[in-house]
């Protein structure tokens, strides 16, 4: 299996633009979360789905962020208009059951907004 | 509300020495307890998980933790640390596996291993 897949690992841009973060979870999981990792405030989940349906997005930080999942195999997570606080390490994760099951980590975007 | 404590952000041990990275945890019911690793520019990787059997868990790579009801915890132990267990180590816990529940973080412990 090939894991979750992450795209692109490194993100380089200028404040004020449009952000697309993307990802594949594994195949036949059926939960999806999103994560941001910074110095000041660890690891915090942002947005989950099950059955590409959102379940809680209460850890979105505001309105420029928003996150999809179109179909099972495929999720975004957008930032529009980035802003240089947003500058962190982003991960996908998936699970097959959501809840306690075991959440598989993609590699991360470490994304830099200037 | 869940949450999750690791006692110290930054532990230090000298190769062959035991670690011993500690985590309590709040929770209203019997949890789901995990530990995971994340290597320098990686994502996290599960170390091991405990679900309501066995109270001691063994994992990956040596590690083992003890589940203790009376005491809130779930302590993350190895024996003889290795140069290569330098990392970052997370404890999180879920109340429930169902559909709907989250994992819940802890802020993490840096685990450094001197020669």
């Known amino acids: 299996d090939a894991g979750v897949i992450q795209s692109p690992r490194h993100e380089v841009t200028e404040m004020g633009q449009e952000v697309t973060l993307r990802c594949k979870p594994i195949?036949?999981?059926?939960?999806l979360f999103w994560y941001r990792q910074t110095m000041m405030r660890g690891l915090e989940l942002l947005i989950y789905?099950?059955?590409?349906?959102?379940?809680?997005d209460s850890g979105m930080p505001e309105d420029r962020f928003s996150a999809k999942m179109p179909n099972a195999s495929f999720s975004t997570l957008k930032i529009q208009p980035s802003e240089p606080r947003d500058s962190a390490v982003y991960f996908c994760?998936?699970?097959?059951?959501?809840?306690?099951?075991?959440?598989?980590f993609g590699p991360g975007t470490r994304l830099t907004v200037l | 509300a869940q949450s999750v404590t690791q006692l110290g952000s930054h532990v230090s041990v000298s190769e062959g020495a035991l670690v011993l990275l500690r985590c309590n945890y709040s929770?209203?019911?019997?949890?789901?307890l995990f530990w995971y690793v994340q290597y320098p520019n990686q994502g996290l990787q599960l170390l091991l998980k405990?679900?309501?059997?066995?109270?001691l868990v063994k994992g990956i790579n040596g590690f083992e933790a003890e589940f203790k009801k009376s005491e809130t915890s779930f302590h993350l132990t190895k024996p003889s640390a290795h140069m290569s267990d330098a990392a970052e180590y997370f404890c999180?816990?879920?109340?429930?596996?169902?559909?709907?529940?989250?994992?819940?973080f802890g802020k993490g412990t840096t685990l450094s291993v001197s020669s």
């Open positions: 994760a998936s699970s097959s059951t959501g809840g306690g099951d075991t959440q598989y």
């Open positions: 195949s036949g999981h059926n939960s």
């Open positions: 789905f099950n059955n590409n349906v959102p379940i809680d």
């Open positions: 929770s209203s019911v019997p949890p789901y």
């Open positions: 405990y679900t309501s059997a066995a109270t």
């Open positions: 999180a816990v879920s109340e429930s596996q169902q559909a709907g529940t989250a994992l819940i």
